[in-house]
């Protein structure tokens, strides 16, 4: 009788991938599944994208973290991943209070469009100001961190 030598439970080596890289892989991703799962499936409670499920994309799990939004869908690097968090909680904060009142909730005379935290803060649409500015876009007024993004 011959044994055959059992293999050994082997950890595959973490790779290293760029943010291009997770951006094409959750698109493949995306494409792949059926019309009623979008990407949203990825996104863990942290925000974290689940990198186990992109494995055949990027031809294995990478090492470092990568974060998306749930309401605009960019993602992230690990430096930049309270970003995500800060924009679902005031895009919806947003959606709401223009459903309610009709009106943008912007900085006047701000010579972009900065979402205005204190009046969203005060009419108790937003719990939490974020440290960083974020602006409304013209496209299906989402937002933007980027303020190059109006230049």
Same mark, same amino acid.
Request: overall charge negative.
């Given at each position: 009788?011959?044994?055959?030598?059992?293999?050994?439970?082997?950890?595959?080596?973490?790779?290293?991938?760029?943010?291009?890289?997770?951006?094409?892989? !959750?698109?493949?991703?995306?494409?792949?599944?059926?019309?009623?799962?979008?990407?949203?499936?990825?996104?863990?409670?942290?925000?974290?994208?689940?990198?186990?499920?992109?494995?055949?994309?990027?031809?294995?799990?990478?090492?470092?973290?990568?974060?998306?939004?749930?309401?605009?869908?960019?993602?992230?690097?690990?430096?930049?991943?309270?970003?995500?968090?800060?924009?679902?909680? !005031?895009?919806?904060? !947003?959606?709401?209070?223009?459903?309610?009142?009709?009106?943008?909730?912007?900085?006047?005379?701000?010579?972009?469009?900065?979402?205005?935290?204190?009046?969203?803060?005060?009419?108790?649409?937003?719990?939490?100001?974020?440290?960083?500015?974020?602006?409304?876009?013209?496209?299906?007024?989402?937002?933007?961190?980027?303020?190059?993004?109006?230049?």
């Amino acid at each position: 009788m011959i044994f055959k030598r059992a293999k050994k439970n082997t950890i595959p080596e973490p790779i290293t991938v760029t943010l291009p890289q997770i951006k094409q892989a !959750v698109r493949q991703f995306e494409e792949d599944m059926p019309a009623s799962v979008n990407r949203t499936v990825l996104i863990m409670e942290d925000k974290s994208i689940d990198l186990s499920r992109l494995k055949r994309y990027l031809g294995g799990v990478p090492q470092q973290k990568f974060y998306m939004s749930r309401e605009t869908y960019e993602i992230f690097e690990e430096a930049d991943k309270l970003v995500p968090y800060y924009l679902d909680l !005031v895009q919806s904060a !947003v959606d709401h209070y223009i459903s309610d009142t009709g009106k943008l909730p912007l900085i006047e005379d701000a010579w972009l469009p900065e979402v205005h935290y204190r009046l969203l803060h005060s009419e108790r649409y937003l719990t939490e100001t974020p440290p960083f500015p974020l602006y409304i876009t013209q496209e299906e007024m989402m937002l933007t961190h980027r303020a190059e993004h109006f230049e």
